[in-house]
């Protein structure tokens, strides 16, 4: 099965030629359930985001966040509904390298070095990013020489950062990524992300930090039991919780995620 670009993974070059696109949404999740035996991951959930947008996935542990990712990555099938990233399976839109993917528990190979990995990684897009690029977008530039497996979590999270980047996608999926980056490199994630918004590409994002889904997200979507509890700009998600534009997003988080009846 085709899997979005981590290590271990089929080569996108390996999929059919990439054709011109029209049409304007990345992604399209059209009342997807998922169920694990007796837990209900994911529970009609719908979602479209247009090409461009940067969207972040809020919501508590077990919500369901990495269900909906692996099911706009295609790696899970969905029981019922429809996923398509533009307008294809998503199969075959991670073939044709328009996705670059950070899953939460994406592994790095071990004993290989830095840039021989991008290497690999970017030989297998039809239009790479230049790996100067991508190590200087990734933050990663000095690291190239050495060995990923002796890299600390924070750098090796960088260099699957890097590994997301390097077919130059138009459609960036990210399930918690800055959760082991310092503050530093944190600020360095997301003013990387802001010139890859200002070059159009579309980015999907889970986290548990809500000031950066209130911060750099075009839109926010609550998800609470499978489903979405809420979803607008940090300020609408604000107001959908009765509070003040000037409360904390948390505040409207920790309201709408209590809620026992989400309908
Ligand atoms: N492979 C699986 N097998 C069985 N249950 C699963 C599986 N994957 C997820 N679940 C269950 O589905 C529910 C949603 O999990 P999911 O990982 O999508 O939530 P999440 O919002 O990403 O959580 P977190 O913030 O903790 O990463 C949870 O109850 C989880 O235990």
Redesign the pocket.
């Known amino acids: 099965m085709s899997r979005p670009i981590e290590y271990g993974t089929a080569c996108p070059r390996d999929g059919p030629e990439n054709t011109v696109l029209s049409m304007t949404n990345a992604v399209v999740l059209d009342d997807v359930h ?1 169920r ?2 007796d ?4 529970a009609g959930l719908s979602l479209t985001v247009p090409e461009g947008q940067t969207l972040a ?1 809020l ?12 099911m706009l990555l295609g790696v ?1 099938g969905p029981d019922s509904g429809t996923a398509r990233l533009y307008d294809r399976d998503p199969r075959q839109a991670v073939r044709e390298g328009r996705v670059g993917a950070m899953q ?1 528990e994406g592994g790095t190979p071990p004993r290989v070095t830095v840039k021989e990995l991008l290497t690999f990684v970017r030989a297998c897009y039809p239009g790479p990013m230049p790996l100067a690029e991508v190590a200087a977008t990734a933050h990663i530039t000095g690291l190239e020489r050495a060995r990923v497996d002796r890299l600390s979590g924070g750098q090796r999270q960088r260099v699957r950062f890097a590994m997301a980047l390097a077919g130059d996608p138009g459609l960036l999926v990210l ?2 990524p800055t959760a082991a980056l310092d503050v530093r490199a944190r600020r360095d994630f997301w003013a990387a992300m802001r010139r890859l918004t200002d070059r159009g590409r579309t980015i999907v994002f ?1 986290t ?1 930090y809500l000031e950066e889904a209130d911060r750099y997200a075009d839109r926010i979507v609550v ?1 609470g039991d ?1 489903r979405i509890v809420a979803e607008g700009t940090g300020a609408e998600i604000k107001e959908a919780a009765a509070l003040a534009a000037g409360s904390p997003l948390e505040d409207a988080f920790l309201a709408l995620t209590s809620k026992e009846d989400w309908a």
């Open positions: 998922k694990y035996r837990v209900t991951a994911v996935l919501g508590a542990n077990g919500a369901g966040k990495s269900t909906a990712i692996g899970v939460q399930d918690e889970a548990h998800m499978g």
